[in-house]
Each structure stands twice: as structure tokens, then as C-alpha cells.
């Protein structure tokens, strides 16, 4: 699926984008609940109660049959289907990121350090250099999105700073604001002001309907302001691998790219890495918000 341009700008950049993986008709059809399960009416601005909705799951799609094309990519710049997991096979869900506004009472600035919001993906788990839980990050696109529309604020060189940030610390990197399990160790916490201040490369992802950007896991992003009050509405499932990435591979051919343009990063051909904390599963307070929130929606899904 990926050409040899493709793979480069993904190992430069951290990221590649995939144009029309599906049609604006499967996307209707996929968001046609969206705003019965909000409780707005799509015509009424006035009743749209937040600016922004990070709504759960309800439904999931087989990423191979709805978008093939994404899906090559995504097994491309993994190493192959055979290293995704299938205890958690990648599939798609209607937990849709809804963005009807959000800064849209502040002038739009263009992405840079300063931008709010700059994160790494992975609220549910301890972050290792060599963690499965997040093999790569995609952006759905369920909506177009236009420039100062609420598309999200990519930092194409970030990858090197995280994947430094981790290296530093074998013994794991919680996400601000998740608190340890009960008698757990409390390891580093990302410090995401301090990790992208020195970022100068950022793009805004932008695009239509049916558009999927596939992303280092490492890569830092923020949600850009939506000025327009355009409805603009995303998913970002993650890639969840069979085992833990691998820097010391015998063949250096076997590599992802994933794994490869963190050997870049760090300046290495290969590299040994052995966690020295434990695994931990997160529970974050933005699961027991949508779990709350699942219940409502089902409610009005069943008024409606």
C-alpha cells in the first residue's frame, strides 16, 4: 500500500495521511445517530450545550472490510497484519469527537508550542518505549474539516522528544491526572509543556470525509480551535499490537516503521530495551464520564 515516498515521510515526519478510505455515504450512514445520541439539534446552535463532545462507543466496524486502503496502510507501518493484536483486534467505533466550537470565542492562532492542549495518546495505560497498548494513532475523518475548522494540531517532529523522554525512563510514564492503582509505584509523569517547546513542525489536519491520518504513536497533537462552528467529528482509535515493539531485532529488515523511526529518533540501529516497571492497566476519568454518558445516549436512542 505505501510507497517508498510514503515511508519516508512518515519516518521524517511521523505521519501519513490516507485520502477517500471510505465514501460520504458509509460515513452518513455511521453518523446518522450522532446527534439523537447528543441530545442537539443540528439545526439549533442555541442547544448545543458544549463546545466539544468526546462521546463513547456503541457499535464497531471491521476496519479490512469498511476501509481496506487504511487498512494496508496501517499493517504497512506496523510489519504486517500478524503483529496486531488479536485479543484486541483494530476495529473502528462510533465514539466520535465532536467539536462544535471550541475556542471559537478567542482569535484563531496558528499551531505552535504555546497552542493548549499538547498531549501524547494512551490515558488507559503505563507508557514504556516499547508499549503495545498504542501501536499507532489514527484520525478518523467521519466530517470535512477545513483550516480554523477544529482540526487537530499535529507536532511533526515530536517523535524524537517522547521517544527520548521514554528512553529516559525504562521505568514508565504515567499521563497527568490518572492516579496509580492502590499500592502501586508512582513513576514519571509526561511533562508535555516541556516536550514540545522545542517542537517546530506542525501541520493541521485537515481533510474530507472518508480521510485517515495514521500517526507515530509518540506524535504530539492538540485540538485546534474551531472559529468556523463548523461540525467537524473524528474518531482516534488506537492500534493495539500482539507484543511489545522490538529495537533489537536480529534482522534489521524486520523493523516497522514504527519501530524504525524511533531507532532514528534516538540516533540508533538497534536497541535493547527492557521495561523495569510493571505493565499497568489505567482506569482515566474520562472512561467513567462515558460510561455515565452511555447510558443516556442509549436512553434517547431508545426515545428516538
Request: hydrophobic share 40%.
Amino acid at each position: 500500500m505505501l510507497s517508498e515516498a510514503d515511508a519516508e515521510h512518515f519516518l521524517t515526519r511521523g505521519y501519513i495521511v490516507v485520502r477517500n478510505c471510505f465514501s460520504r455515504a458509509d460515513a452518513q450512514e455511521y453518523t446518522r445517530t450522532l446527534w439523537t445520541r447528543l441530545g442537539y439539534d443540528p439545526q439549533d446552535p442555541s442547544t448545543w450545550a458544549e463546545p466539544s463532545v468526546h462521546m463513547p462507543g456503541h457499535r464497531t466496524i471491521d476496519v479490512a472490510t469498511f476501509a481496506p486502503k487504511a487498512w494496508e496502510a496501517i499493517c504497512d507501518l506496523v510489519g504486517g497484519p500478524e503483529r496486531i493484536a488479536t485479543t484486541a483486534p483494530h476495529q473502528w467505533n462510533d465514539g466520535f469527537i465532536v467539536n462544535l466550537g471550541e475556542g471559537a470565542d478567542r482569535p484563531w492562532a496558528d499551531a505552535s508550542p504555546q497552542a493548549p492542549g499538547w498531549h501524547k495518546d494512551g490515558d488507559f495505560f503505563r507508557h514504556f518505549l516499547d508499549s503495545p497498548e498504542q501501536g499507532l494513532l489514527t484520525l478518523v475523518l467521519w466530517s470535512d474539516v477545513q483550516h480554523r475548522g477544529g482540526a487537530t494540531f499535529v507536532a511533526a517532529d515530536s517523535v524524537a522528544p517522547v521517544a527520548r523522554f521514554l528512553a529516559a525512563h525504562p521505568g514508565g510514564v504515567y499521563p497527568p491526572g490518572v492516579e496509580p492503582p492502590p499500592g502501586g509505584s508512582v513513576p514519571a509523569v509526561f511533562d508535555y509543556a516541556d516536550l514540545i517547546a522545542g517542537c517546530t513542525e506542525f501541520v493541521e489536519a485537515t481533510g474530507e470525509v472518508g480521510d485517515v491520518y495514521l500517526l507515530h504513536p509518540f506524535i504530539l497533537h492538540a485540538r485546534a480551535q474551531n472559529v468556523l462552528r463548523a461540525v467537524r467529528v473524528i474518531t482516534n482509535p488506537p492500534v493495539t499490537l500482539a507484543e511489545p515493539m522490538r529495537f533489537d531485532r536480529a534482522d534489521p529488515a524486520e523493523h516497522s516503521l514504527v519501530e524504525r523511526a524511533v531507532l532514528r529518533a534516538l540516533g540508533a540501529e538497534r536497541l535493547p530495551f527492557t521495561p523495569t516497571g510493571p505493565r499497568e492497566v489505567l482506569v482515566p476519568p474520562r472512561v467513567l464520564r462515558q460510561q455515565r454518558m452511555l447510558a443516556e445516549e442509549a436512553a434517547r436512542l431508545r426515545v428516538g
